[in-house]
């Protein structure tokens, strides 16, 4: 470290160091509470067999009773109804009832006297909802700042920058940054930046412009991108105002080049972040790389930032693994801050990604262990299970039917459509249809939007759930509305 670098250091890392935070909102692992020590599993007659033995072969760590309700299919049942029908045995802690099922779980509490929750939609995900439970209460922490940039800011009118800084920010972004265009006036720069600031953001200035710079921070920017060699002399008019830096090297120069800059902002008291540059791949990508971990060599306590931006708006791949396997390095090494944007298609979400991201790789990091079977919202495309039933499940099943109404389930096999009179198997939705004894314009709307989604499962290797949204992580809609089925179901035969 530059002798004058390292006199000042201690001011610089303490003013760009960050407190871990946390929301419980985006933990995404259920509410914290102690490990209850009975349980009691609420169903309807037909998921009985299902969830006995998806018990039986999770061997939980807790003693467990089974209520089945006077009902036929459990997800059918709303809160007030089981309110009236359960009788909870004495010694339970717990009562999970149906993740389908309608209506808010404190009516089952206040008539029965204990703590009530609704389980998982698909009851094959029990094991895994129990087991993200147990880590609720320490996930969600991060320590990494999110800076997401607005591009070519001055060719935006006001109000649209205000809008893409108001998204960003409810996607996670801790700082918008304001990215100029060389060469371009911005006229309004400071105007902007003071309504930002009044609407409660914290706000950067992207540009190398001397002059820009000033007016950002006399605005109320707190952190300037970028200074090197060729302007770093702006540092004395930050000296006192307390806004940051990031530090660069010079163009074309190795990681020595910094240490000029270093020193003059040393000297001038103004606090910094180093980047050395992520480089695109092609472009001397993993060379960038290196560069990240030499810097935490030579700066052991130094605020770095990465511009992560660089990769994935550059990288013609889904941005969810390029965002983890980034924001994982930046974790490992200490690198406290990141910079990003969603201007290409596939870098859509990319803020909410990265929100996700330092939450799982900070878990992950801190403890020590592999970021899997935590929270899997960086999991679109692909599943992280496939849960299916066998043939001989099915058929089990369709036997204890006695209603009309058509049940459709899917496996890497093809798509399985039943009620009580028929059992219908095959690959090619048409030629099911086809096969389906339906006259109601309705119903077959119903049953060809819920064979096109089972189909889709299929092709892409995805859980199929009827009349639930397919997951696609961080992406995964709301399900239908729950009433659909009751309204549009199978007449019986006359």
């Not at 995404?28 to 037909?46: C, H, M, N, Q, Y």
């Not at 198997?425 to 119903?446: C, K, M, S, W």
């Not at 009827?466 to 992580?473: S, T």
Request: charged letters at 25%; proline letters at 7%.
């Amino acid at each position: 470290m530059p002798a004058d670098a390292a006199r000042a250091f201690s001011a610089s890392a303490k003013a760009s160091a960050r407190p871990r935070h946390s929301s419980p909102e985006a933990s995404d692992g259920g509410t914290a509470r102690e490990a209850p020590g009975r349980i009691l599993f609420v169903t309807g007659k037909l998921a009985e067999p299902a969830l006995r033995r998806v018990l039986a072969e999770m061997a939980p760590p807790f003693a467990y009773d089974v209520a089945v309700l006077k009902i036929t299919v459990a997800a059918l049942m709303t809160t007030e109804w089981i309110a009236r029908a359960l009788e909870v045995p004495r010694g339970v802690d717990l009562v999970l009832i149906p993740g389908l099922c309608e209506g808010d779980p404190r009516a089952v509490a206040e008539k029965t006297g204990v703590a009530v929750e609704k389980g998982p939609k698909d009851l094959r995900e029990i094991p895994v909802h129990f087991g993200r439970a147990a880590v609720a209460a320490d996930y969600g922490e991060w320590d990494i700042e999110i800076l997401a940039e607005i591009n070519n800011a001055p060719r935006l009118t006001p109000a649209a920058v205000r809008d893409a800084a108001t998204y960003f920010k409810a996607s996670g972004a801790d700082i918008i940054d304001i990215g100029c265009t060389p060469g371009l006036p911005f006229p309004g720069l400071g105007a902007l930046i003071r309504d930002l600031v009044k609407e409660g953001m914290r706000v950067s200035i992207d540009t190398f412009d001397a002059a820009e710079i000033r007016e950002a921070v006399a605005a109320g920017a707190e952190l300037v991108l970028s200074v090197n060699g060729s302007n770093i002399d702006v540092a004395k008019d930050l000296a006192g105002t307390g806004a940051r830096v990031v530090v660069i090297p010079d163009l074309g120069g190795s990681l020595d080049t910094l240490d000029p800059s270093l020193n003059a902002l040393a000297r001038s008291n103004v606090p910094y972040l180093i980047d050395p540059v992520l480089e695109p791949i092609g472009h001397r990508f993993m060379a960038s790389l290196e560069r990240y971990a030499e810097v935490r060599r030579r700066h052991p306590d130094a605020g770095m930032l990465m511009g992560i931006g660089n990769l994935t708006e550059l990288t013609a791949a889904d941005t969810t693994g390029v965002n983890a396997l980034l924001i994982a390095v930046c974790q490992e090494l200490g690198i406290r801050a990141v910079l990003t944007t969603e201007v290409i298609p596939w870098a859509r979400g990319a803020v909410r990604e990265i929100d996700v991201a330092r939450r799982l790789m900070h878990y992950a990091v801190t403890r020590q262990t592999i970021p899997k079977g935590i929270d899997d919202r960086l999991v679109t495309v692909k599943d992280p299970a496939v849960l299916t039933y066998t043939e001989e499940e099915l058929r089990a099943l369709q036997a204890s039917i006695t209603d009309p109404n058509f049940r459709i389930f899917a496996d890497a096999g093809g798509i399985t459509v039943m009620n009580n009179d028929c059992f219908i198997r095959g690959t090619d939705i048409q030629e099911i249809f086809n096969r389906l004894p339906v006259d109601d314009p309705a119903h077959a709307f119903y049953l060809g939007k819920e064979l096109a989604r089972a189909s889709l499962a299929v092709t892409l290797g995805k859980t199929y759930r009827q009349e639930g949204a397919l997951a696609w992580g961080y992406l995964t809609p709301p399900d239908d509305p729950s009433s659909e089925h009751v309204r549009l179901t199978q007449k019986p035969a006359r």
